[in-house]
């Protein structure tokens, strides 16, 4: 049996984290000791194991807790959450590719687009924004030949995210700025679908707090959140 203090040792998992895991119900200790005190002992230690393993996974501790109560087939459950974390995935990379095209690296876009069709990567997001892979190869493929263009755009892209940092989601502002956004992502993106680009941009700066750092430290505090919202609001969404 080890005590909490030893089972934070042996685990690296925070004396807090452990106690809030009790408080929760996600790991309850098989035993107390005379005065009270958390035991754990070796199934508490592989469930722990568990539970780190799946946080690595990036699942809540709700969905967590879900892969747990199932019993021993977590298989479906698991399953789901490799959907989830497949869609995140997708999403970062999409996030990925638009950071790229704000900071000018036109032969790391070319490479990664066709990366995206050769391994089927995201293929919903570039058909649902695109049409086609054809017509996102072939977007990809323009902004590479005309540097200077979008030099340009990106510049003007730029000033649009800094402008987002002095203004209020719901605002007139804002708004004036989500059309300079759309238009200005038409011209850089040549995507027949901006607003879905737009609209899937949002719910990730909403949704995934690293996209969101890295905008924030481009751009200002919570100018992510703002530009997510804005589009939203933009949108009636």
Sequence with gaps: MKTIK???ESTGVSIRALRYYDEIGLLIPNARSEAGYRLYDEDDLKKLQVIQALKEM?????????????????????QKARGRLEKKIQQLKSALRTIDIMLGDDKVIVEFAKQNIQQGDHMDYILDTYGSKEN???????????PEEMKGLQEELKEIYYSFAKV???SKEARDLVRRLETNMYSMSRASNTKHMLVSMAELYLSNEKTAKVIDSLYGDEVAETVGRAIQEYYDI
């Design 168 to 170: 209020k989601a719901g």
């Design 136 to 146: 996102y190869l072939e977007a990809v493929e323009y902004i590479a030949d005309h």
């Design 58 to 78: 990036d699942l809540s501790l709700n969905e967590i807790r879900d892969v747990l109560d199932s019993g021993e087939d977590y298989k479906p459950e698991l």
């Design 6 to 8: 030893e089972m934070s």
